[in-house]
DNA sequence: AGTGCAGTTGACTTT
DNA sequence: TAAAGTCAACTGCAC
């Protein structure tokens, strides 16, 4: 019995536990699907649908060569599901578990009521250590460890086509009707993409990660820039787990050692920020903290938006990141926090309004880490202390030599090494060499220190440490290590809080 | 040689 | 994944 195998995020036949699945059932008809509604969305770019384009091209190759074709439909989801199903003799779906944004998870919701009314199976498979339907994080890192313990499943042996199958167009980004996004420098999508990444991290660049990675100077290569390959599943995080484990066998202490753990700890914490979105999808829309919502004026100042946006604050560190961003898609993981916290504490904007900026740009945009994200670096989940970033100080310790900032600020060409971070001290910055650079939009002094009284204050207002308290239980890392004195008041959990690491 | 002191460093706390 | 403040210990140096 022919099996419809649909492609969400998983963009790769290897350690893809859906289509191992799906192939021990029957004629295998794999489908992705190009839903004009998603591409419409506030958090969807060029640069996404650029990527995934490519992996597409690079997956409907590796498909033929196993006599698959891969099937590539552009419209509504059920409609498109039913066809195929009904042209195809099809009764079952399978996919693996997306954690998806708001939108994904209403036509997940429309699909399945769609598919019950039909009679059609649709069975969805985890491909992460990403868990539906936790019942708590207690116990949580157990079990994403014990999935990436499991074996890396190789090609489905014996996978048969269905026939007659057309493969159908992959549509551009202007028929999707996406605005124009130059990105000049992103990476490209496909598998051997990923593998050689994988492949160079692992052997080389890797060595030097754990000091490098803080600079977006040197993260650029230090950095494993796996990102976007986990994003649309052209690589499986176990396949990363586990390579790199190999790795740490065979080279257990020192530079590399240290390098690989750390690298580690990140591909779980990326699970553990999915598993937020997954057990709470309004994550996307709502503070987790209802204290607040209250915090900012939810309609942003438009000049200070676009100014940050588009790298123009005057405040050169930060200019320099998010010009680097819009042009490579890509950002250190550090200067990330950075751009977000100095948007919503210096610039006093509501992160659902600079959230979406930073989806279209990430190139490697992954809803689950992102809006948790977004959260936790404005100040709105209660149980994160603030983190109040200085762009000045940043920029003096992440560029010493200024070389990334003059890069991307040619305008800064003429200000002598000693102002670069702060220009508008300097007192040539009036002329510029004939070239223009705005005054910094805000006083970076004053406005940290009006968003720190002001989000400290919500911490210390009544009931916050009960709301604290439920959030933390719903949601923060039972890890040891993030035991903090935040979440030790109230009604402490200690054998929860301290169940690992033993 | 020991003492006093300004300045520095680092651990720890507060916001 | 922060930054600023506090305080004690330490350092270098003058006398």
Redesign the pocket.
């Given at each position: 019995m022919n099996v419809l195998m649909w492609l969400k995020r998983d963009l790769r036949l290897h350690d893809h536990p859906a289509l191992t699945l799906a192939a021990g059932l029957g004629p295998v008809l794999p489908v992705y699907i190009v839903e004009p509604e998603l591409w419409a969305q506030h958090d969807a770019a060029a640069r996404h649908w650029g990527f995934i384009a490519e992996s597409l091209q690079a997956l409907r190759a590796d498909s033929a060569a196993l006599g698959l074709t891969l099937a590539i439909r552009t419209g509504d989801a059920v409609e498109v599901l039913a066809r195929l199903c009904a042209r195809h003799g099809i009764s079952r779906i399978i996919s693996h578990e997306e954690t998806g944004n708001l939108w994904s998870f209403a036509r997940d919701r429309r699909v399945a009521a769609w598919a019950r009314d039909q009679g059609i199976d649709w069975i969805e498979v985890p491909q992460s250590g990403v868990i539906r339907r936790l019942p708590s994080r207690d116990g949580w890192q157990a079990r994403r460890d014990g999935f990436m313990a499991g074996p890396v499943l190789l090609l489905p042996q014996g996978l048969r086509g269905v026939d007659g199958v057309e493969a159908g167009p992959i549509p551009t980004a202007r028929a999707l009707r996406l605005a124009e996004d130059r990105c000049p420098h992103r990476q490209r999508g496909g598998r051997d993409e990923g593998l050689g990444l994988l492949d160079s991290f692992l052997s080389q660049r890797g060595e030097r990660y754990r000091a490098a990675m803080?600079s977006p100077e040197t993260g650029e290569r230090a950095c494993s820039r796996l990102s976007p390959h986990f994003a649309f599943g052209t690589l499986s995080i176990r396949e990363a787990v586990q390579a790199t484990a190999a790795r740490q066998a065979t080279r257990p202490g020192g530079q590399w050692g240290g390098a690989l753990s750390s690298f580690q700890s990140r591909l779980a914490?990326r699970d553990h920020f999915m598993q937020k979105l997954e057990d709470q999808p309004t994550i996307e829309t709502d503070c987790l903290s209802q204290a607040a919502e209250a915090l900012r004026p939810r309609i942003p100042d438009a000049s200070r938006l676009a100014a940050w946006a588009s790298g123009e604050t005057g405040l050169p560190f930060l200019d320099a990141c998010m010009r680097y961003l819009v042009a490579t898609g890509w950002l250190n993981?550090?200067m990330?926090?950075?751009v977000m916290?100095t948007a919503s504490y210096h610039l006093w904007l509501d992160w659902r309004a600079t959230g979406p900026v930073l989806a279209r740009l990430f190139a490697d945009y992954e809803p689950g880490i992102h809006w948790p994200?977004v959260q936790?670096?404005s100040g709105v989940t209660a149980i994160?202390?603030?983190?109040?970033?200085?762009?000045v100080?940043?920029g003096l310790?992440q560029d010493p030599n200024g070389v990334f900032t003059r890069r991307w600020l040619p305008e800064l060409a003429s200000v002598p090494d000693a102002f670069l971070q702060e220009p508008w001290k300097w007192p040539g910055f009036a002329t510029l060499a004939g070239r223009r650079y705005p005054e910094p939009i805000i006083d970076p002094?004053a406005a940290?220190r009006a968003a720190?009284?002001a989000v400290?204050a919500l911490?210390r207002a009544p009931g916050h440490k009960d709301e604290a308290s439920a959030i933390a239980d719903r949601h923060a890392s039972r890890s040891a290590r993030?035991f903090s004195?935040a979440r030790s008041g109230g009604k402490a959990r200690p054998s929860a809080q301290l169940s690992f690491e033993l």
């Open positions: 803080s914490w993981f550090r990330r926090a950075m916290a994200q936790m670096q994160n202390t603030p983190r109040i970033y200085n762009p100080k940043q310790e002094a940290q720190r009284d400290w911490r993030r004195p």
